[in-house]
């Protein structure tokens, strides 16, 4: 790929038009003074493997990869990474230089700087961590928690199986608990997960009690739409400290960045007001 071509990337699902994921990545063109573009594509399964083959020949770098193509775009890709491969999704493409597309997730990397930033004592080896959903979301969580040493992982989904194939892939430090009595298992957790779509705009609410929230603990809702869920805000009321589901998303987003625009862009007010404009 000729290094005089304008580079390109973006994003790929169905729908994609709500996605932040364009007015991020084209504050960081701006910001950092790169002429390069970033552009939404709404792309069908039945066309993915068309596309993807032909972006690298318009000078596309990479693209992110958003619902439902995650599992789709690993299968199609050349070579993955161990983080996706255990993930068994792909949320980044890199188009390289041979032609060859590889396919990362770097979902477990945003969750964790998200709260190391936002939560600057977090720590998340003195204690379990109680996790709501059982999605892709939650596996790249349960991945990141385990490679930072949580001891334990408290599951619960509304769909129990789904729970317990996880429980199968990661392991025995993984306890699956009835969503019936998932808000039990708040009780001795200091990390608190929301990976469902419970609560977000649109969707049913997260009707999970949470009386048992521990004061200190660390909660995060991945939703970010809106910012303030009712597990933040009856958390913030229990003395936790909570961290918003935005800055995943622009964490997440960091390192594809650097991969196809060659410079690391960093995540500050700026970023944040730039996603939600």
């Known amino acids: 790929m000729s290094q005089d071509r304008i580079p390109l990337a973006g994003v790929i699902g169905s729908p994609v038009a709500h996605s932040r994921s364009p007015q991020l990545h084209t504050h960081w063109l701006k910001t950092l003074g790169i002429s390069g573009y970033y552009i939404p594509m709404d792309v069908s399964e039945a066309d993915l493997e068309t596309v993807l083959r032909s972006l690298p ?7 992110n990869i958003t619902v439902p193509h995650k599992e789709k775009a690993l299968e199609l890709a050349d070579t993955v990474t161990d983080r996706a491969t255990i993930i068994g999704a792909a949320n980044t493409l890199v188009f390289r230089h041979d032609g060859q597309i590889q396919a990362d997730n770097t979902d477990g990397y945003g969750f964790t700087e998200n709260l190391r930033q936002n939560a600057p004592g977090w720590a998340p080896e003195s204690g379990p961590a109680a996790v709501l959903g059982a999605g892709g979301a939650a596996r790249a969580v349960i991945a990141a928690l385990l490679d930072l040493g949580v001891p334990e992982i408290l599951l619960s989904n509304r769909t129990r199986v789904r729970a317990e194939a996880l429980q199968s892939q990661f392991g025995r430090r993984v306890t699956v608990i009835d969503w019936v009595q998932a808000g039990n298992m708040l009780e001795e957790s200091v990390t608190v997960v929301n990976t469902t779509s419970l609560g977000m705009v649109g969707n049913p609410p997260l009707r999970v009690p949470l009386d048992g929230l521990r004061k200190g603990a660390v909660v ?22 909570t961290v918003d589901g935005l800055g995943m998303l622009l964490h997440q987003a960091v390192p594809a960045f650097e991969r196809w625009f060659g410079t690391r862009p960093e995540v500050d007010a700026g970023t944040r007001a730039a996603a939600l404009r």
């Open 220 to 241: 995060t809702d991945l939703v970010y739409a809106p910012l303030q869920t009712r597990l933040l805000i009856e958390a913030e009321k229990a003395g936790c400290v």
């Open 57 to 63: 020949k318009m000078g596309f770098r990479g693209v």
